[in-house]
């Protein structure tokens, strides 16, 4: 079984400052592991994923994430926030092979300016 | 390239019917997956498929159904709506040849059972 905890439904950041947003995850199998950002009333997009090879990965819009096994936890961290990022971010899991991707219940993010 | 398309856009149906939505995905990908999203429980899977086979399937009564057809189009049907149906499906295609093979998200279709 593979689960996926968002730390947080609401994070609030000032322009400018650093962007912090929790994931831990619970696998069986050695994890692929997603970053997704979602705009009002759009579809999701891709931020970064984690396919095993490095465990710092670098994704869009400045954003990266660090897999660390001990801590199981993949958290998403942007060094300074902008306008723009104010949107709902969700962490995915996907264990080995092809078992279906389980989603966390996203973090909404609140750039004041 | 275009992206993945999903009709209708928006629908609003009464208890009891059913419903159909349609997803195009991107061209060349071959892999289709099905995610509602609600409020209260977020995205949860449907089902995945992959070259006209169901690879995948979330835990759905048997009312959801969905199909993929050779060009790899994909359905989903609804049969007997309930009120707690209403939600955004989301459509995502991928390439399929490979489990991190990133999925691109379709705009959705907002379904309102009235």
């Known amino acids: 079984a593979q689960s996926v905890t968002q730390l947080g439904s609401h994070v609030s950041v000032s322009e400018g400052a650093l962007v912090l947003l929790r994931c831990n995850y619970s696998?069986?199998?050695?994890?692929?592991l997603f970053w997704y950002v979602q705009y009002p009333n759009q579809g999701l997009q891709l931020l970064l994923k984690?396919?095993?090879?490095?465990?710092l990965v670098k994704g869009i819009n400045g954003f990266e994430a660090e897999f660390k096994k001990s801590e199981t936890s993949f958290h998403l961290t942007k060094p300074s926030a902008h306008m723009s990022d104010a949107a709902e971010y969700f962490c995915?899991?996907?264990?080995?092979?092809?078992?279906?991707?389980?989603f966390g219940t996203g973090t909404k993010l609140q750039v004041i300016p | 390239k275009a992206g993945v398309t999903q009709t209708p856009r928006y629908l609003i149906k009464t208890r009891g019917q059913q419903v159909t939505l349609s997803c195009s995905p991107i061209s060349g990908h071959r892999s289709v997956s099905w995610y509602q999203q609600t409020p209260g429980q977020g995205l949860q899977f449907l089902f995945e498929?992959?070259?006209?086979?169901?690879?995948n399937k979330g835990n759905f009564p048997g009312r959801f159904s969905g199909r993929q057809f050779s060009n790899s189009r994909s359905e989903m049907n609804v049969s007997t709506l309930e009120l707690g149906d209403s939600a955004l499906y989301l459509c995502?295609?991928?390439?399929?040849?490979?489990?991190?093979?990133?999925?691109?998200f379709g705009p959705g279709t907002r379904l309102t059972v009235l």
């Open positions: 984690y396919t095993s090879a490095a465990t």
């Open positions: 995502a295609s991928s390439l399929g040849q490979d489990p991190t093979d990133t999925q691109y």
């Open positions: 995915a899991v996907r264990g080995g092979g092809y078992q279906k991707v389980t």
């Open positions: 498929y992959f070259s006209e086979t169901q690879r």
């Open positions: 696998s069986s199998v050695p994890p692929y």
